[in-house]
């Protein structure tokens, strides 16, 4: 089946520093890739969906310029955490959508800012 | 501001058994996701539901989009241990609005 993977799966950055998450589509053309956040014990909250060569759409609340996506290829997306404060730490996950309208998510990146 | 509900929070059930979990909205919706997210794995995506009324099955599973695209529900009929997990729905509110997760129906299975 599809599979996306995350880099790096996990990582702890200090407060006021930009952290860079990466989101791969390994056997597939990923025109959409959505990416998430999880904090402990609750559900997922959108952040952004992106279509390869154009910008994200934010969802309400999500700050553009703090949270920055790019999806240059049809098979990454990163998404960069920019000045990074304690109140980010979260569990983050991306997707990816191909021809079809179904998902395949990545494992998730836990970030951790001290 | 739009509000997505799940319930039951937890659900257990014996092999065999049937498992409903329901989601339900505060304001309309322009279509409904299902996800299922194994314990200490990622979401999967079950399905996306757009028009009112909408019945459609994968196997044992039985998604229904409400008449007034407001609820949904997700029906498993005899439950098997690999059912086990958390099923989430996701409404979205009109073309525009942002897409709102549930808390998700914990469900375990007791073989």
């Known amino acids: 089946g599809a599979v996306v993977s995350q880099h790096p799966s996990w990582v702890i950055c200090k407060s006021g520093t930009s952290v860079k998450i990466e989101c791969r589509s390994l056997?597939?053309?990923?025109?959409?890739m959505f990416w998430y956040r999880q904090f402990p014990k609750q559900s997922l909250m959108l952040m952004a969906t992106?279509?390869?060569?154009?910008?994200?759409?934010?969802e309400q609340g999500v700050e553009k310029d703090k949270f920055l996506i790019n999806h240059a290829s049809l098979t990454l997306s990163t998404l960069t955490v920019t000045s990074a404060h304690p109140e980010d730490s979260s569990f983050y996950i991306c997707?990816?959508?191909?021809?079809?309208?179904?998902?395949?998510f990545g494992p998730g990146t836990r970030l951790t800012v001290t | 501001g739009q509000q997505v509900m799940q319930i039951p929070q937890y659900q257990h059930v014996q092999e065999g058994e049937d498992f409903t979990t329901y989601c339900n909205s505060s304001?309309?919706?322009?279509?409904i996701q299902w996800y299922k997210q194994r314990p200490g794995g990622h979401p999967v995506f079950l399905i996306q539901l757009v028009k009112s009324g909408e019945v459609k099955k994968q196997k044992r599973l039985t998604f229904q989009f409400g008449e007034a695209i407001k609820n949904s529900s997700l029906h498993i009929t005899a439950t098997q241990t690999t059912d086990v997990g958390t099923y989430f729905c996701a409404g979205r509110g009109g073309s525009q609005g942002n897409l709102i997760f549930g808390k998700g129906t914990k469900l375990s299975v007791k073989p």
């Open positions: 304001t309309t919706l322009s279509n």
């Open positions: 056997d597939f053309q990923a025109t959409t």
């Open positions: 992106s279509n390869e060569g154009s910008k994200a759409t934010y």
């Open positions: 997707s990816g959508s191909g021809q079809g309208r179904e998902q395949y």
